[in-house]
Protein backbone atom coordinates (compact mmCIF):
# COMPACT_ATOMS: atom_id res chain seq x y z
CA UNK A 1 0.00 0.00 0.00
CA UNK A 2 1.24 3.84 -0.86
CA UNK A 3 2.16 6.14 2.18
CA UNK A 4 0.90 9.32 0.46
CA UNK A 5 2.39 12.60 2.69
CA UNK A 6 0.94 15.82 2.25
CA UNK A 7 2.49 19.09 2.57
CA UNK A 8 1.97 22.82 1.80
CA UNK A 9 -1.11 23.63 3.71
CA UNK A 10 -0.90 26.67 6.35
CA UNK A 11 -2.68 29.63 8.02
CA UNK A 12 -3.34 32.27 4.99
CA UNK A 13 -5.16 35.16 4.44
CA UNK A 14 -8.12 35.24 2.32
CA UNK A 15 -7.08 35.96 -1.40
CA UNK A 16 -3.78 34.31 -1.21
CA UNK A 17 -3.04 31.23 -2.80
CA UNK A 18 -1.55 27.48 -1.94
CA UNK A 19 0.39 24.77 -3.39
CA UNK A 20 -0.42 21.59 -1.75
CA UNK A 21 2.13 18.62 -2.89
CA UNK A 22 1.21 15.03 -2.29
CA UNK A 23 4.09 12.33 -2.50
CA UNK A 24 4.78 8.84 -2.03
CA UNK A 25 6.73 7.84 0.54
CA UNK A 26 9.86 5.50 -0.91
CA UNK A 27 7.68 4.88 -4.30
CA UNK A 28 6.72 7.22 -6.83
CA UNK A 29 3.03 8.42 -7.78
CA UNK A 30 3.46 8.13 -12.03
CA UNK A 31 1.82 4.88 -12.20
CA UNK A 32 -1.17 5.82 -10.26
CA UNK A 33 -4.38 8.19 -10.73
CA UNK A 34 -4.12 10.72 -8.00
CA UNK A 35 -7.28 12.74 -6.50
CA UNK A 36 -7.77 15.40 -3.90
CA UNK A 37 -10.07 16.03 -0.99
CA UNK A 38 -10.86 17.97 1.56
CA UNK A 39 -12.81 17.93 4.90
CA UNK A 40 -14.01 21.10 6.92
CA UNK A 41 -15.14 20.97 9.92
CA UNK A 42 -18.83 19.49 10.64
CA UNK A 43 -18.83 18.79 6.85
CA UNK A 44 -17.95 15.40 4.78
CA UNK A 45 -15.24 14.64 2.96
CA UNK A 46 -15.49 16.35 -0.86
CA UNK A 47 -13.63 15.66 -3.67
CA UNK A 48 -12.02 18.33 -5.69
CA UNK A 49 -9.93 16.93 -9.00
CA UNK A 50 -8.11 14.33 -9.78
CA UNK A 51 -5.01 13.45 -12.14
CA UNK A 52 -5.02 10.29 -14.56
CA UNK A 53 -1.60 8.88 -15.30
CA UNK A 54 0.87 10.48 -17.27
CA UNK A 55 -1.59 14.27 -16.41
CA UNK A 56 -3.57 12.95 -19.40
CA UNK A 57 -7.08 13.15 -17.98
CA UNK A 58 -7.96 16.30 -15.34
CA UNK A 59 -11.34 16.16 -13.79
CA UNK A 60 -12.42 18.70 -11.55
CA UNK A 61 -15.74 18.74 -9.06
CA UNK A 62 -17.87 21.85 -10.26
CA UNK A 63 -16.36 23.71 -6.68
CA UNK A 64 -13.18 23.21 -7.75
CA UNK A 65 -13.11 24.18 -11.48
CA UNK A 66 -12.16 28.12 -11.27
CA UNK A 67 -9.61 28.24 -8.73
CA UNK A 68 -7.86 24.90 -8.12
CA UNK A 69 -5.42 23.31 -10.66
CA UNK A 70 -4.42 20.00 -10.20
CA UNK A 71 -0.84 18.75 -11.98
CA UNK A 72 2.25 16.77 -11.44
CA UNK A 73 5.66 15.82 -12.14
CA UNK A 74 8.26 13.05 -11.44
CA UNK A 75 8.27 14.04 -7.70
CA UNK A 76 4.55 15.05 -6.65
CA UNK A 77 1.40 15.29 -7.50
CA UNK A 78 -0.12 19.23 -6.73
CA UNK A 79 -2.95 21.07 -5.90
CA UNK A 80 -2.64 25.07 -6.50
CA UNK A 81 -5.69 26.76 -5.37
CA UNK A 82 -6.18 30.30 -5.96
CA UNK A 83 -8.06 33.25 -4.35
CA UNK A 84 -8.62 31.38 -1.26
CA UNK A 85 -11.80 31.82 0.82
CA UNK A 86 -12.52 31.45 4.59
CA UNK A 87 -15.07 28.75 3.34
CA UNK A 88 -11.74 26.90 1.99
CA UNK A 89 -10.79 26.27 5.31
CA UNK A 90 -10.63 22.38 5.99
CA UNK A 91 -8.21 19.43 6.19
CA UNK A 92 -6.83 18.40 2.14
CA UNK A 93 -5.95 15.03 1.37
CA UNK A 94 -4.48 13.02 -1.31
CA UNK A 95 -5.31 9.73 -2.46
CA UNK A 96 -4.19 7.13 -4.65
CA UNK A 97 -3.61 3.64 -5.83
CA UNK A 98 -7.79 3.24 -7.73
CA UNK A 99 -7.84 -0.19 -9.11
CA UNK A 100 -10.57 0.11 -10.78
CA UNK A 101 -13.52 2.98 -11.53
CA UNK A 102 -16.05 3.38 -14.06
CA UNK A 103 -16.48 7.04 -13.13
CA UNK A 104 -14.21 10.19 -14.02
CA UNK A 105 -12.98 11.01 -10.85
CA UNK A 106 -12.88 7.75 -9.54
CA UNK A 107 -15.24 7.61 -5.89
CA UNK A 108 -13.60 8.49 -2.88
CA UNK A 109 -14.33 4.66 -1.50
CA UNK A 110 -12.52 3.63 -4.95
CA UNK A 111 -8.98 4.88 -3.53
CA UNK A 112 -7.10 2.30 -1.58
CA UNK A 113 -4.08 4.69 -0.19
CA UNK A 114 -4.63 7.78 1.78
CA UNK A 115 -2.63 10.30 3.33
CA UNK A 116 -2.86 12.10 6.56
CA UNK A 117 -4.02 15.35 5.46
CA UNK A 118 -2.58 18.69 5.19
CA UNK A 119 -4.48 21.70 7.19
CA UNK A 120 -6.11 24.64 5.55
CA UNK A 121 -6.90 27.94 7.55
CA UNK A 122 -7.99 30.66 5.87
CA UNK A 123 -8.51 33.88 7.64
CA UNK A 124 -10.69 36.62 6.50
Known amino acids: QLQLVESGGGLVQAGGSLRLSCAAF????????VGWFRQAPGKEREGLSC??????RIGYADSAKDRFTISRNKNAVYLHVDNLEPEDTAVYYCAADVKYSTVWCPLEAEFGSWGQGTQVTVSS
Open 51 to 56: LGIGGR
Open 26 to 33: QSSLDDYV
